[in-house]
């Protein structure tokens, strides 16, 4: 069992920025793909950001390409996602999402743990 837990959530004006963190328990995180996604109000969750077990390789969704940065911290069981330029279309719940196959994907069906995820409102 992988639990997942995000934070650094929270109000911000448009252009400004946050750091989100997704903790992970277990002592094998560093075997794990991680992903993040996001939910914005009325829509369906959709990609942002994964990144391989060794930090190696990152993906990211077109919409946030050149803005937001996955990095993960093996030694600290953490993966973040470092958000810049914040655009009011930005605003969703963000979630962490583990892979134990240690694969980077955009599909979420392939992700086993979920985080309970994250609000991020950007004001214009």
């Known amino acids: 069992q992988v639990q997942l837990v995000e934070s650094g959530g929270g109000l911000v004006q448009a252009g400004g920025s946050l750091r989100l963190s997704c903790s992970a328990s277990?002592?094998?995180?560093?075997?794990?793909?991680m992903g993040w996604f996001r939910q914005p109000p009325g829509k369906e969750r959709e990609f942002v950001a994964a990144?391989?077990?060794?930090?190696?390789?990152?993906y990211y969704a077109d919409s946030v390409k050149g803005r937001l940065t996955i990095s993960r911290d093996n030694a600290k069981n953490t993966v973040y996602l470092q958000m810049n330029s914040l655009k009011p279309e930005d605003t969703a719940v963000y979630y962490c999402?583990?892979?134990?196959?240690?694969?980077?994907?955009?599909?979420?069906?392939?992700?086993?743990?979920w985080g309970q995820g994250t609000q991020v409102t950007v004001s214009s």
């Open positions: 277990g002592r094998t995180f560093s075997s794990y793909g």
């Open positions: 990144i391989t077990r060794s930090g190696v390789s990152t």
């Open positions: 999402a583990a892979e134990l196959g240690g694969y980077a994907t955009r599909w979420e069906h392939a992700y086993d743990y």
